[in-house]
């Protein structure tokens, strides 16, 4: 009996001692919620940085239930590095270009400080970002169909269809344009009747001995894209400096950006289609009331002007352009234009502002020491992010940013305050376009060899007011 009486002490005794470590709560290890690594920190990431995702805490979800709703978080399973540093260029300079091979300056320079931009509402309206499509490869434009289906250009040569926010395994097209430095598959938009007679226009990069670049119209049919028809070809070329971008305008007539091909003068010859904004009509040919007769100039003095769109509510006309990544040993100098027929834009005479009546000043430029190294651009005339509605935003690549531009003035328009948005928190941006839901659709570019992508860039993300 006695000894009976001593195994249950025994017993109660070693289930005593054992109970604290299954009733007493976890406590987490300080420094292991992070599983991510990301880069030290610097002051200006701190003061920029989204929250940490939470998806990867091995906590109980209780402890995270929501994000912080004042910010707009990245897709929390793709946390982006915030590296300060570029990768290098993998490209070499071409024989032709005596420049770095750089859209952007090499060296790191300040970034805009935001101002406070009054919003035209009571309720001030923050974006909320979400990953619409994945695993692209140098995404260069993107162009709805409809509010199912829209195209996108892969730099490499590939024109890709999404349905749905799916992308379709097959290239709709596959052009051989690869391992032309900036150059390839760039800028892509669709007739105005492109539903019923299914052609589109795409600008490509070639080789003819050295790169050029060619405006072509190409029809949709029965799920695939073919049927070219040379619009215009041997538009100078290089490694760096194609422009790229189409749009047709309310007018009806097509135009196109070219770069300088890296021979800046080319940008002020009237004769040559490089650093230029071309306008034709659909067919390819001269439109009568272009502002140089018999010429497909519409706008010169341009060095690389990546990003074009109309605000559809006063017909103006919008531009941005690389400035100078080492020529004449100028830097930075990136320009937001509004682009006048005829009008000559400065390069490489003039940078910044100037006094000379000759030349149309930049609405807004980086400056000498700042770079954004804008890309596509659109005037937002949409109704679902109301607090951006008559604003411009363009994309940064350097910049990894989106620049929200508030404007006024019917005709003469100018700057009254712009912001950075999502700095840093996807990379490199290329294209920026408004869906047909009004969405804020754009592009990274960090398979570019200039980025630091993720494991799913290059990316689509989509943004919308956060509710
Ligand atoms: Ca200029």
Not at 341 to 359: H, K, Q
Not at 392 to 410: A, D, K, N, W
């Amino acid at each position: 009996m006695i000894r009976r009486l001593l195994m249950l002490l025994i017993v109660l005794a070693i289930a005593a001692s054992c109970a604290p470590e299954t009733t007493e709560p976890t406590t987490p290890t300080p420094g292991t919620e992070q599983e991510t690594p990301v880069g030290e920190p610097t002051p200006d990431d701190v003061a920029l940085a989204t929250p940490s995702p939470t998806v990867e805490t091995p906590y109980p979800p209780a402890q995270t239930p929501s994000p912080a709703p004042q910010t707009p978080s990245p897709a929390p399973e793709t946390p982006y590095p915030q590296a300060e540093t570029p990768s290098p260029a993998p490209e070499t300079p071409s024989p032709e270009t005596p420049y770095p091979p750089a859209e952007e300056p090499a060296s790191p320079t300040p970034t805009v400080t935001p101002s406070p931009t009054p919003d035209n509402s009571d309720v001030p309206m923050e974006p909320q970002v979400e990953v619409w499509v994945r695993n692209l490869e140098i995404p260069w434009e993107l162009v709805f169909i409809d509010e199912e289906r829209a195209m996108v250009t892969e730099r490499p040569g590939r024109l890709r269809l999404i349905v749905n926010g799916e992308l379709q395994p097959q290239p709709l097209l596959t052009l051989p344009t690869s391992g032309l430095g900036e150059g390839g598959l760039m800028g892509l938009v669709l007739d105005p009747n492109f539903s019923q007679n299914g052609h589109l226009y795409l600008m490509y990069t070639y080789r003819d001995g050295a790169p050029r670049n060619r405006i072509s119209r190409f029809t949709w049919q029965d799920g695939q894209v073919g049927n070219e028809n040379i619009l215009l070809d041997n538009i100078p070329g290089a490694r760096i400096h194609n422009g790229g971008r189409l749009g047709i305008g309310p007018d009806g007539k097509l135009y196109a950006t070219t770069g300088d091909a890296s021979d800046p003068d080319l940008a002020q010859n009237p004769d040559s289609l490089a650093g230029k904004l071309l306008r034709m009509n659909l067919d390819g040919s001269v439109p009568d009331d272009n502002p140089f007769s018999g010429s497909l100039v519409y706008s010169l003095g341009h060095r690389n002007a990546q990003g074009l769109d109309w605000d559809a509510e006063t017909g103006l006309l919008y531009s941005t352009e690389h400035g100078p990544t080492g020529e004449f040993g100028l830097c930075c100098r990136d320009e937001l234009n509004h682009i006048v027929a005829g009008g000559n834009y400065g390069w490489p005479e003039v940078t910044l502002d100037s006094d000379d009546p000759r030349f149309v000043d930049p609405i807004m430029h980086s400056g000498p020491d700042n770079t954004w190294a804008p890309a596509g651009m659109v005037v937002y005339r949409g109704d679902l992010l109301r607090h951006w509605h008559g604003n411009i935003l363009f994309g940064g690549l350097r910049g990894q940013h989106i620049h929200r531009v508030v404007l006024e003035g019917e005709e003469e328009p100018r700057v009254v305050d712009s912001e950075l948005l999502f700095h840093r928190e996807y990379g490199r941006i290329r294209a920026v376009v408004v869906g047909p839901d009004g969405a804020l659709y754009f592009t990274t570019s960090n398979r570019d060899g200039r980025g630091q992508p993720v494991a799913d860039d290059d990316r689509i993300l989509r943004v919308v007011p956060s509710q």
